[in-house]
């Protein structure tokens, strides 16, 4: 592989970063921060998923979790990127949870734009979660207006 070509930009790119903090629907405070970015090669037309996801979900009954994962998969459609991850690390949950996870944010702007949107992260199979990124969540995953922080989807 071409490391040079994907370092100096000679790689198409789509990417999704942000903070994101909302109240959930049974009233936990979530917060996660993301870095998504997916490289197509433009010689191999290889396919490279980078990135990290940082997450904390405060508890009504004061309890936590923290976790850390790594992106395995992106796929973005205008405004709305799909994201999954395989965690590295988490504190708060029950043995055994499956390490894989994934969510979805939407993008509106700046400004006086409405507030971005997002997912909660929902723990799944790796078999869901790359057909979450592939093809969406069905129903929809409920999505929640982002009270802190910023979204940024590049398609």
Not at 93 to 97: A, Q, S, W
Not at 112 to 120: K, Q
Not at 147 to 153: F, M
């Given at each position: 592989?071409?490391?040079?070509?994907?370092?100096?930009?000679?790689?198409?790119?789509?990417?999704?970063?942000?903070?994101?903090?909302?109240?959930?629907?049974?009233?936990?405070?979530?917060?996660?921060?993301?870095?998504?970015?997916?490289?197509?090669?433009?010689?191999?037309?290889?396919?490279?998923?980078?990135?990290?996801?940082?997450?904390?979900?405060?508890?009504?009954?004061?309890?936590?979790?923290?976790?850390?994962?790594?992106?395995?998969?992106?796929?973005?459609?205008?405004?709305?990127?799909?994201?999954?991850?395989?965690?590295?690390?988490?504190?708060g949950?029950?043995?055994?949870?499956s390490?894989?996870?994934?969510?979805?944010?939407?993008?509106?702007?700046?400004?006086?734009?409405?507030?971005?949107?997002?997912?909660?992260?929902?723990?799944?199979?790796?078999?869901?979660?790359?057909?979450?990124?592939?093809?969406?969540?069905?129903?929809?995953?409920?999505?929640?207006p982002?009270?802190?922080?910023?979204?940024?989807?590049?398609?």
């Open positions: 592989m071409d490391v040079t070509a994907l370092e100096t930009g000679g790689a198409d790119m789509q990417s999704a970063t942000g903070h994101v903090e909302f109240i959930g629907r049974q009233g936990a405070d979530n917060r996660y921060s993301f870095s998504a970015i997916k490289r197509v090669h433009p010689a191999t037309g290889e396919t490279i998923i980078q990135g990290e996801v940082q997450y904390q979900s405060h508890r009504p009954d004061g309890t936590v979790i923290d976790a850390h994962g790594t992106v395995i998969c992106l796929e973005i459609e205008g405004n709305l990127a799909r994201v999954g991850l395989v965690g590295d690390h988490a504190r949950l029950p043995e055994g949870t390490p894989f996870a994934y969510f979805t944010v939407v993008d509106n702007g700046e400004g006086n734009d409405p507030p971005d949107l997002a997912s909660n992260l929902f723990i799944a199979t790796e078999a869901v979660v790359l057909q979450h990124c592939e093809s969406g969540h069905i129903p929809a995953p409920p999505l929640f982002n009270l802190v922080g910023n979204i940024q989807v590049r398609p």
